[in-house]
């Protein structure tokens, strides 16, 4: 896919909007860094151990667990570390497109962030070391992010699923992508 002509800046900023992500969430996934960063393995690993058991998600795992593991271990550390920007935009982004080329269902996306909240909040609920008010709006900036995140790979997923199926449908007709949107524009 050509990024180019995506406005990753539009997309992060208009993105946080509709999340609530703010300065101050930002401030406070910081401040859980050193909090959450020592239990991403565990995360991890849960994660794949459910993504195992479910026959239609194993399949597409097969063979490459490690190596998705190692990726996955340190995309949760990034929550934690760095900016959330047009670089980490467009990181998702693209973690979109690969998503649609392995031909991941979209509701495999959405249940697995629904499990990686559910392990990053449960750390964030036990740390005895923070006050409640403090678990608490950590726990929503956590939500926020990996909502972010999610809003961002689906917005890619869906322009490339819509672009595929352009694609399979002028293969299919032998119309050209010119003649499609001349006549797309007339109507």
Known sequence: MNTGSIDFHKICKESKELVQLTPESERL?????????????????KFYDVL???????????????????????????????????????????????????????EFMTSGMTLIQMELLE?????????????????????????FSQLVMQKSYSEDTLRSELDRFLEITGMSKVLFENLASAF
């Not at 910081?30 to 239990?39: D, L, Q, R, S, T």
């Not at 609920?125 to 992010?145: F, G, M, P």
Request: hydrophobic content about 40%.
């Open 123 to 147: 750390i964030i609920l036990n740390d005895e070391s923070l006050e409640t008010d403090e678990r608490l709006k950590i726990s929503q900036a956590i939500i926020a992010l990996c909502g």
């Open 52 to 106: 195992l058991r479910v026959p239609a998600t194993a399949k597409l795992l097969e063979g490459r667990v490690d190596s998705l593991k190692r990726t996955h271990r340190a995309w949760l550390e990034s929550l934690f570390t760095q900016t959330i920007d047009e670089g980490y935009t467009q990181w998702m982004h693209h973690v979109g497109e690969v998503h649609v080329n392995v031909e991941l269902p979209v």
């Open 29 to 45: 996934i910081n401040k859980a860094g050193p909090i959450v960063i020592p239990y991403l393995d565990n995360v991890t690993n």
